[in-house]
């Protein structure tokens, strides 16, 4: 069965840390693209892409997480990883990882639960 699990959210304070996990089990990570996307709750709130990792190991970030989030693969564990530095509240959301044949694709699926990162002072 194909499925992706997210876990790692929580509440920080701006400035800080989490990293996020996206578990992959019934295919190959790194025969598939895995993107992060991010749905922050509230009246018209659409799921956004954040960041992906190709097949090839390619990665692309949103213009509003680059050089603050890194996202990385570790086929051993067959997870992707989204490590989120200097965290702001506006990155409050709840994250899912889904998987497609490229990043720039339009058939994302096999959606996990999501993780919610929320961050407050």
């Known amino acids: 069965q194909v499925q992706l699990v997210e876990s790692g959210g929580g509440l920080v304070q701006p400035g800080e840390s989490l990293r996020l996990s996206c578990a992959a089990s019934?295919?190959?990570?790194?025969?598939?693209?895995i993107g992060w996307f991010r749905q922050a709750t509230g009246p018209e709130k659409e799921r956004k892409g954040v960041?992906?990792?190709?097949?090839?190991?390619?990665?692309y970030y949103a213009d509003s997480v680059k050089g603050r989030f890194t996202i990385s693969r570790d086929n051993g564990k067959n997870t992707v990883y989204l490590q989120m530095n200097s965290l702001k509240p506006e990155d409050t959301a709840v994250y899912y990882c889904?998987?497609?044949?490229?990043?720039?694709?339009?058939?994302?699926?096999?959606w996990g639960q999501g993780t919610q990162v929320t961050v407050s002072s």
């Open positions: 960041s992906c990792i190709s097949s090839d190991g390619s990665t």
């Open positions: 889904a998987k497609d044949s490229a990043c720039w694709g339009t058939d994302f699926n096999s």
């Open positions: 019934g295919f190959s990570l790194d025969s598939r693209a």
